[in-house]
Nanobody
C-alpha cells in the first residue's frame, strides 16, 4: 500500500514560519517528480511548489516565490516545504503529490498519481 503522509501543519501568526513534511511509504519516489498543492477555503486546489526527482530543479508558484522553499531527501523518501513570512491568505490544506515515475514536476494536478491526505495550515491576521 502506497501512502504519502503530510505533517507539520498548525496555527501561526502573520509573518510566522512553518515546515511541512511529506513522508512516503510503500513505494520509492526517488525517481519521481513531486509537488505541494494547497486548497484554500472555498477555492480549487492549486500548485504551490514542485521539485524534480534529483532535487536540483525546482519551481514555485507566484504566491510562493521568495517565501516558500521546496526540497526533498530521497534517502528518507521525504518531501519538505519550508514556509516563511506567512500571510492569512496562506491558510489552506496542504497536500503533497508524486508522479508515477516521471522525473519532472508539473504545475497541474493531472500528472500526479499519488496524493496525501493533507495537513492544515492556519495563519491568523
Amino acid at each position: 500500500q502506497v501512502q504519502l503522509v503530510e505533517s507539520g501543519g498548525g496555527l501561526r501568526q502573520t509573518g510566522g514560519s512553518l515546515r511541512l513534511s511529506c513522508t512516503a511509504s510503500g513505494r520509492n519516489f526517488s525517481g519521481a517528480g513531486m509537488a505541494w498543492f494547497r486548497q484554500r477555503p472555498g477555492q480549487e486546489r492549486e500548485f504551490v511548489a514542485g521539485i524534480e526527482s534529483g532535487g536540483t530543479n525546482i519551481g514555485d508558484a507566484e504566491s510562493a516565490k521568495g517565501r516558500f522553499t521546496v526540497s526533498r531527501d530521497n534517502a528518507r523518501n521525504t518531501l519538505y516545504l519550508q514556509m516563511n513570512n506567512l500571510y492569512p491568505e496562506d491558510t489552506a490544506v496542504y497536500y503533497c503529490a508524486a508522479t508515477l515515475a516521471t522525473r519532472f514536476y508539473y504545475t497541474t494536478e493531472r500528472p500526479y498519481r499519488y496524493w496525501g491526505q493533507g495537513t492544515k495550515v492556519t495563519v491568523s491576521s
